[in-house]
C-alpha cells in the first residue's frame, strides 16, 4: 500500500512558466511534509517543508501548498529555470519519529 | 565538505559474497537513517539510530542485513550473502531531532 503518490512519472515545463509538482498521501498520522531534489549521481536534497498546522509555506521561488481535508500538497516553482530539471520526491514524516516515507517522484523537465 | 559521506560509492560483487558500507553523518547529528532506492521508486526506509541505539527496522531488512553505530557517530551496513535483488542504490542520511534529513550521495550495489 502506497502511502505517499505521485502520480506524475514526469512533467515537462517551458523555461519561465510555472510548474506544478502534486503529490497525495493517504494517512492524517503526519506532522510534515516535505520535498527532495535530486539529481542524477547524487543523493536527494531537502528543497522545502510545511508542517501540518499550516497551509503554505514559501522560500523564494519555492512554494508549498497543504490541503489537509484533500490529503493533497503541491510544489510550485516560479519561475522554472533549467537547473531546476531534476527528480523532486514528495515526502511525509511520521510523528512520533522522524521516519520519512518517499514518493515515487516525478521527474521534471525544463525546456529551454 | 560537512554533509553525510558515504563509502564506497560503487560496489560490484558476486551473488553469494558479503558486503559492509560505511556512513558517516553530519558532526552532532543525533538520527542516522538507512534507505535503500531502487529504479523508478523513491527511498525505502530500512533502519534508524538515534545515537548508538537502533531504534526501528523495516520489513525490508532481512536477517542477512546488519547495521550498527558503535560509538554514535559512524554507522556500518552489512549485507552478507549477497543476492540478486540486492542491488541498488543505498542511501545514508542522518539529522538532529525534528529536522529534516539530510542524505548522502548513497552507495550503488551491482550483484553480478
Known amino acids: 500500500d502506497q502511502q505517499v503518490k505521485q502520480n506524475s512519472p514526469s512533467l515537462s515545463v517551458q523555461e519561465g512558466r510555472i510548474s506544478i509538482l502534486n503529490c497525495d498521501y493517504t494517512?492524517?498520522?503526519?506532522?510534515?511534509f516535505l520535498w527532495y531534489k535530486k539529481y542524477p549521481a547524487e543523493g536527494p536534497t531537502f528543497l522545502i517543508s510545511?508542517?501540518?498546522?499550516?497551509d503554505k509555506n514559501e522560500d523564494g521561488r519555492f512554494t508549498v501548498f497543504l490541503n489537509k481535508s484533500a490529503k493533497h500538497l503541491s510544489l510550485h516553482i516560479v519561475p522554472s529555470q533549467p537547473g531546476d530539471s531534476a527528480v523532486y520526491f514528495c515526502?511525509?514524516?511520521?510523528?512520533?519519529?522522524?521516519?520519512?516515507?518517499f514518493g515515487k517522484g516525478t521527474r521534471l523537465h525544463i525546456l529551454p | 565538505d560537512t554533509g553525510v559521506s558515504q563509502d564506497p560509492r560503487h560496489k560490484i560483487t558476486k551473488r553469494g559474497q558479503n558486503v559492509t558500507f560505511r556512513c558517516d553523518p553530519i558532526?552532532?547529528?543525533?538520527?542516522l537513517y538507512w534507505y535503500r532506492q531502487t529504479l523508478g521508486q523513491g527511498p525505502e526506509f530500512l533502519t534508524y539510530?538515534?545515537?548508538?541505539?537502533?531504534?526501528?527496522k523495516s520489513r525490508l531488512l532481512s536477517d542477512r542485513f546488519s547495521a550498527e553505530r558503535p560509538k554514535g557517530s559512524f554507522s556500518t551496513l552489512e549485507i552478507q550473502r549477497t543476492e540478486q535483488g540486492d542491488s541498488a542504490m543505498y542511501l545514508c542520511?542522518?539529522?538532529?531531532?525534528?529536522?529534516?534529513?539530510?542524505f548522502g550521495d548513497g552507495t550503488r550495489l551491482s550483484i553480478l
Open positions: 539510530f538515534q545515537n548508538e541505539a537502533q531504534l526501528e
Open positions: 558532526s552532532e547529528h543525533n538520527r
Open positions: 542520511a542522518s539529522s538532529p531531532d525534528g529536522q529534516p534529513q539530510h
Open positions: 510545511i508542517s501540518s498546522i499550516k
Open positions: 515526502a511525509v514524516r511520521r510523528v512520533w519519529d522522524d521516519k520519512i516515507i
Open positions: 494517512n492524517s498520522m503526519f506532522d510534515y
